[in-house]
């Protein structure tokens, strides 16, 4: 079966830090891209960063670039997203994805496997 599941959220002060993890079960993770979603309350959801599957290209959402880092391990199929100098309006219910796909998409509708999503909330 196959399943992914993240872990990490929580709830952070504004300049705090988390990592996401999202481990894959029931199938090889160096064959998916893997992209990370947020769903705000009231807001459509929206990519966060997609790395490929050996790591040759990754792309950041314009609000996190160099705050927020992607990473992959595929022999313990896992991908992490470090997230830096978090925010208020980081706050979401977060999501990774797998993309049957050389390259990432922006697009949530392009993505075959979901996780359940845990929830990061950045307040003082």
């Known amino acids: 079966q196959l399943q992914l599941v993240e872990s990490g959220g929580g709830l952070v002060l504004p300049g705090g830090a988390l990592r996401l993890s999202c481990a894959a079960s029931?199938?090889?993770?160096?064959?998916?891209?893997i992209g990370w979603f947020r769903q705000a309350p009231g807001k459509e959801r929206e990519g966060v960063s997609c790395i490929t599957r050996r790591s040759i290209m990754i792309v950041y959402a314009d609000s996190v670039k160099g705050r927020f880092t992607i990473s992959r391990d595929n022999d313990k199929k896992t991908v992490y997203l470090q997230m830096n100098s978090l925010k208020p309006e980081d706050t979401a219910v977060y999501y990774c994805?797998?993309?049957?796909?050389?390259?990432?998409?922006?697009?949530?509708?392009?993505?075959?496997?979901w996780g359940q999503g845990t929830q990061v909330t950045v307040s003082s």
């Open positions: 994805a797998a993309l049957t796909s050389p390259r990432c998409s922006p697009s949530s509708h392009d993505y075959d496997y």
């Open positions: 029931g199938f090889t993770l160096d064959s998916y891209a």
